[in-house]
């Protein structure tokens, strides 16, 4: 498929997920109360990305594909349109066609035991579904199977002229660690520059990262009340959106600050109305659980709220959720990227698990376990984090040490044939049975 | 077991200086056992004795706010005669005479005991994180910095950093029985006192890190691997690699403008 065939097709899909998401809008705003307007506002940002994008295909615009944790923010003070690679597999549930990509994704002969949020953008670049950016930013980290997404889109007739970067991750997490990708970042800043036509702003930079920082400091006090017992929100609301709010859209925009603000002042009200996650007559918060990983977007319908009702078992934390990230120093361009790349390279969630050394799944399940009152530990187990199967043994033995019961499902979070949703919650509540939880 | 004493002899000259430089010091002697270290406290101490979280709006003080400066480390020896039990040192304002301020904070605990060992040390790192075990005080959960608050009610009964420095050592003791001796040490005095602990005490947390890596070895699991490309002896090899996949995208003009070979 040549670039202009590409074009149309992928603008027909991107404009349909455009116009699921107004739709999502629109039922939004019949939500009454706080957290309608939450949703609205959120929806509003990611609405607005969309139209960018197409704006930019439609006008032959610059606009780059890349990931979270490329730091946002720099396309942001460049004024640099962007969308992630990775993008669908995280539009959860409501993009209705995942299943059949997937399938289609298989039918393509891409193994099965590639992590399916990979399997599926190969597939979209080879079926011309994702727009053909300007330049791309490649991810070396955090895992092997990363980067078979960019020797694809090397390949493919509309894809291969584009222009690709990829920041080199250091092993270690040590100062020298992160001046390198401090400078890694430089270059890239450099690339895009190059290659989009788009300056970077020194200026415009520090604003943009004290706003961004704006943002972290209310998404870290939201994850305080968090703490609470009950927890003012389960897995609707909260931890998800907070990082695509902070790391997808436009990061460093003060329509983010102003959707913290509203996230804040929701959980502050449930809070001061002694409510917790489910607004059910008579319910009740017993179980209080920390899902160590990205929600299971496939089928996260068929497991969370049936959670929350049978078990009156809360996600009060999970991987995405948490909050490692230390601000922004913007008192210079030095301590500017070097937060900037603190931030990239050893906070941005998996990429903090998966990259980094095995200690961080100790010390977090620790932490987060005394602070947020944790009664259960969740290791998904998603087929895609290898990585993480390899720290099984260290996470159960953290648990144990903490006293609190570690569950290891085993699963794909993107395709609900893998363990399906049925054999999930049985397995689940099992073992709360067995535990004598709830 | 000595990897924290250098810590503890610069954290002691760091207070003679202190001292010396003239900073308000203030100093409280409270050597004993657990229970004698709770009794008489204005607050509870112990599993939810803060089952609530201190909201903005009930905050009276905040602690250790990045921007304001923070620093906190455990350092521990089994030499506690280098260590005067129950002693708490104060530097600068304390919480009573702080009302909706937001102090620098840092916060040494040294700790002591003759049979304190490498087996001990998660358990005593763990015990810094007090989580809901002292009334009206929240620690915020970050990974990096030290950063709480204090409820307007807890400051109302009294909560000062004697009551806290108390909390503190009653919290260690009871967790690590093996403990004999705690000294705390905070600093509220100014950002740079407080950066200068922190310039002091940060070779701790390498320290850490490599007892975490050897106690999980024994165990059986690799935190770490213990190889990059510096200790590779196949480096020059894998070098002459990438020469020769420069050379060759060059020859043949494939290389792309921000491609890395």
Redesign the interface.
């Given at each position: 498929m040549d670039r202009d065939a590409v074009r149309e097709k992928s603008l027909a899909r991107y404009k349909q997920e455009r116009d699921w998401f107004a739709l999502l809008r629109e039922a939004t705003k019949l939500l009454p109360g706080e957290e309608g307007r939450l949703q609205e506002k959120l929806l509003t940002i990611l609405l607005d990305s969309k139209e960018t994008v197409v704006d930019c295909v439609e006008n032959e615009k610059s606009f780059i594909a890349g990931y979270f944790c490329n730091a946002p923010e720099l396309f942001h003070a460049m004024d640099l349109p962007w969308y992630m690679l990775m993008e669908t597999p995280f539009l959860a549930a409501s993009a209705p066609y995942l299943l059949s990509d997937i399938e289609g994704a298989e039918n393509m002969g891409i193994g099965t035991d590639l992590c399916t949020a990979i399997r599926l953008p190969i597939y979209y670049i080879e079926n011309g579904l994702m727009p053909v950016p300007s330049?791309v930013l490649g991810l070396l980290y955090p895992c092997d199977g990363a980067p078979m997404l960019h020797q694809v889109l090397e390949h493919n007739k509309a894809w291969k002229?584009v222009?690709?970067?990829?920041c080199?991750p250091p092993?270690?997490s040590?100062e020298r660690a992160v001046e390198y990708f401090a400078d890694e970042l430089r270059r890239m800043a450099d690339?895009l520059q190059?290659?989009t036509g788009k300056t970077l702003d020194m200026e415009k930079l520090v604003e943009v990262c004290e706003e961004s920082n704006k943002s972290y400091t209310l998404w870290?006090?939201y994850?305080?009340?968090r703490?609470?017992?009950p927890c003012p929100h389960g897995w609707e609301i909260g931890g998800a959106q907070a990082f695509a709010i902070s790391q997808c859209f436009v990061a460093g925009d003060p329509r983010c600050t102003d959707w913290f603000r509203q996230l804040y002042k929701c959980g502050?009200l449930k809070?001061q109305e002694g409510k917790g996650a489910s607004a059910t007559e008579g319910w009740k918060e017993k179980i209080r659980l920390f899902w160590f990983d990205i929600m299971p977007y496939g089928w996260i319908f068929e497991l969370m709220p049936w959670l929350e009702e049978e078990w009156g078992a809360v996600i009060v934390m999970d991987m995405f959720s948490n909050?490692?990230y230390?601000?922004i120093d913007t008192s210079s361009e030095k301590t500017i990227f070097h937060g900037l790349a603190k931030r990239n390279l050893l906070d941005a969630p998996m990429i903090r698990q998966a990259r980094g050394?095995?200690?961080n799944f100790?010390?977090?399940i620790?932490?987060?376990v005394?602070?947020?009152?944790i009664d259960c530990v969740i290791w998904p187990g998603h087929m895609g984090h290898k990585d993480g199967a390899a720290t099984t043994?260290?996470m159960r033995?953290t648990c144990r040490?903490l006293a609190v019961p570690f569950l290891h499902i085993g699963l794909d979070l993107f395709d609900r044939r893998y363990t399906n949703p049925e054999e999930v919650r049985t397995k689940v509540s099992e073992y709360f049975r067995g535990m004598g939880l709830g | 077991m000595a990897r924290f004493d250098e810590y503890i002899e610069k954290v002691s000259r760091y207070i003679e200086e202190m001292r010396s430089g003239g900073a308000r010091a203030v100093e409280f002697d409270h050597p004993g056992s657990p229970e004698q270290l709770r009794e008489g406290l204005p607050i509870g101490v112990g599993p939810n004795a803060n089952p609530g979280i201190v909201l903005r709006s009930d905050t009276f003080v905040e602690l250790g706010n990045p921007q304001a400066g923070s620093c906190a480390a455990l350092l521990w020896t089994d030499r506690p005669s280098l260590i005067r039990d129950g002693r708490i040192t104060l530097f600068g304002p304390d919480i009573q005479e702080s009302a909706d301020a937001s102090l620098p904070f840092g916060q040494i605990l040294t700790v002591g005991g003759n049979d304190l060992g490498q087996e001990d040390h998660e358990k005593l790192q763990q015990a810094q994180h007090v989580a809901d075990q002292i009334e009206g005080y929240m620690v915020r959960s970050a990974s990096q910095n030290l950063w709480s608050r204090i409820s307007k009610d807890a400051a109302a009964k009294g909560f000062d950093f004697e009551t806290l420095g108390r909390a503190l050592m009653d919290l260690v003791k009871t967790g690590a029985p093996a403990v004999s001796a705690v000294e705390v040490l905070f600093v509220t005095t100014s950002k740079a006192d407080v950066k200068r602990l922190d310039g002091i005490v940060s070779g701790v947390r390498e320290i850490n890190r490599e007892i975490l890596k050897e106690t999980w070895k024994a165990r059986g699991y690799d935190l770490d691997c213990d190889f990059d490309c510096t200790s590779c002896k196949d480096q020059e090899i894998c070098d002459d690699i990438r020469d020769v996949i420069v050379a060759r995208k060059k020859k043949t003009g494939s290389e792309k403008d921000g491609e890395r070979p």
């Open positions: 330049a002229d222009p690709i970067y990829s080199d092993y270690t040590d690339f190059k290659h870290q006090d994850n305080e009340l703490r609470n017992v502050e809070i909050f490692p230390t601000l050394t095995a200690e100790s010390n977090d620790g932490r987060i005394k602070d947020y009152k043994g260290i033995e040490e | -």
